[in-house]
């Protein structure tokens, strides 16, 4: 069997070391271009992938001169529609990063244009193959805590916090963070409960901590902060300063900076900024199901710990220390599990998943995250967007309506 052929569209960090590394070592696959509005991007994402790819500054440029079976869209979250519609239309299948779109309205025009070519698109929702919350949603299937009625799920994650530091601090970019990040987890609730579809959402989300205000050590008079942690007067105390390992020698050096003004290290005390960094996000589903997703960046702590309730008992898992504990309701007979530990990114899920696509593009398997699942889970954090920022209760319904 021939190997498929993959452009990766967004030659960043998901583009190349975890799409490029994991594409580069898949026996049935090949990665031969890289497109990138940001030359320096792609001549470091292909030195370190140790590849000798073709470059391409358009999606349009690429299609034209390759023959792709697939591409990879790992571009900031705000073109992943106007990438996949174009990829669509050109009769190539799509694996797109989450989210989907950052509107119903985009992910219905990628969900139109993939059912008129017949093309695949599948999501990046790695958390699905994360085998913790595999063994998870078997457990639920099975019946063990009879029916789930209550669900919750409260993230910490420090890494959260560099989002300030890039495009992922501005609503304009991604939709704001209940989509960016969110999506992620709107989407594990929905495919553990198989699918119920959301009625109403509220939210409450804000910054408290990533402000000026909060600058962590004493700033003196007439020494500014920031604009880049790389350039900051005060990066030999500030706790938080952010090295993406040695920056003058990455995709993110000051020559790849003033191609397109794009720095990842943006001081994320002082830079301008419109999305969250904690906030509660509540669903009801349409069979009565609650769930509340909690997302904070500010913390020393990284995990994912879910509470599910059933008729017959709870269940608490921990995706960091991958337990799940399962408590009956009427017995003290607690069993736990311990999941063992996997290879690879994202608690061994990256792999998996680019692993599952090549299988649903050779018809070995049927497509197991797609384009309308994508659209739900972006439905529900744009109405936690809208709940937030109206301060209301966002009934799923009226993202539908025009
Ligand atoms: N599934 C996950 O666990 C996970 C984790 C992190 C990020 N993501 C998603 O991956 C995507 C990329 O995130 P990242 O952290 O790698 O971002 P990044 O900023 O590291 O990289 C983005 C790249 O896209 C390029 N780009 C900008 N505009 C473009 C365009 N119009 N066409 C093509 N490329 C363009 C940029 O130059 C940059 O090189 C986002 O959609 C994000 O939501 C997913």
Redesign the pocket.
Do not use: M, Q, V
């Given at each position: 069997m021939e190997n498929l052929k993959f452009g990766i569209?967004?030659?960043?960090?998901?583009?190349i070391a975890?799409f490029g590394e994991i594409i580069k070592k898949h026996p049935g696959a090949e990665l031969v271009a890289l497109?990138?509005?940001?030359p320096v991007?792609m001549k470091e994402?292909a030195r370190i992938l140790g590849l000798e790819l073709n470059f391409y500054g358009?999606?349009t440029e690429m299609i034209k001169q390759e023959k792709l079976d697939a591409v990879v869209?790992?571009?900031?979250?705000f073109?992943?529609e106007?990438?996949a519609v174009e990829a669509l239309k050109s009769g190539i299948n799509v694996l797109i990063?989450?989210?989907l779109a950052t509107t119903v309205k985009g992910c219905r025009n990628i969900i139109e244009t993939a059912e008129k070519t017949g093309k695949v698109i599948m999501i990046?929702?790695?958390?699905r193959h994360n085998a913790v919350l595999k063994r998870l949603k078997s457990i639920i299937s099975a019946g063990t805590v009879g029916d789930v009625f209550l669900l919750e799920n409260r993230e910490f994650y420090d890494g959260g916090r560099t989002y300030m530091s890039?495009?992922?601090r501005s609503y304009a970019k991604?939709g704001g963070l209940w989509i960016?990040k969110g999506s992620?987890d709107f989407d594990v609730f929905q495919w553990l409960l198989d699918f119920p579809k959301p009625v109403k959402v509220s939210s409450f989300a804000g910054i408290n901590v990533l402000n000026p205000e909060h600058i962590p050590f004493e700033v003196a008079p007439g020494t500014k902060v920031g604009p880049t942690c790389h350039q900051c007067a005060y990066g030999d105390i500030c706790p938080d300063k952010y090295t993406i390992a040695d920056i003058q020698n990455s995709?993110w050096k000051d020559e790849a900076v003033a191609v397109?003004g794009?720095a990842?290290d943006l001081c994320m005390y002082t830079s301008d900024k419109d999305n969250h960094d904690n906030g509660i996000a509540m669903v009801e589903y349409e069979n009565g199901i609650r769930a509340s997703h909690l997302e904070c960046f500010i913390t020393p702590i990284n995990d994912r710990l879910y509470t599910i309730v059933g008729t017959l008992g709870q269940i608490e898992a921990s995706l960091t220390k991958r337990t799940i504990k399962v408590f009956p309701r009427w017995s003290s007979e607690v069993v736990t599990y311990e999941i063992p530990e996997e290879e690879g990114?994202?608690g061994g899920a990256?792999p998996k998943l680019v692993d599952y696509f090549i299988k649903v593009l050779r018809g070995e398997l049927p497509n197991g995250s797609t384009a309308e699942h994508g659209m739900w889970s972006t439905a529900v954090g744009q109405a936690a967007e809208i709940a937030r920022r109206e301060s209301r209760v966002v009934e799923i319904k009226e993202l539908f309506e025009n």
């Open positions: 569209i967004g030659a960043g960090s998901r583009g975890a497109c990138d509005p940001n991007r994402g358009s999606i869209i790992t571009s900031p979250d073109y992943h106007e990438n990063d989450k989210p990046g929702f790695n958390l890039r495009w992922n991604c960016h992620h995709p397109d794009y990842k990114g994202h990256d």
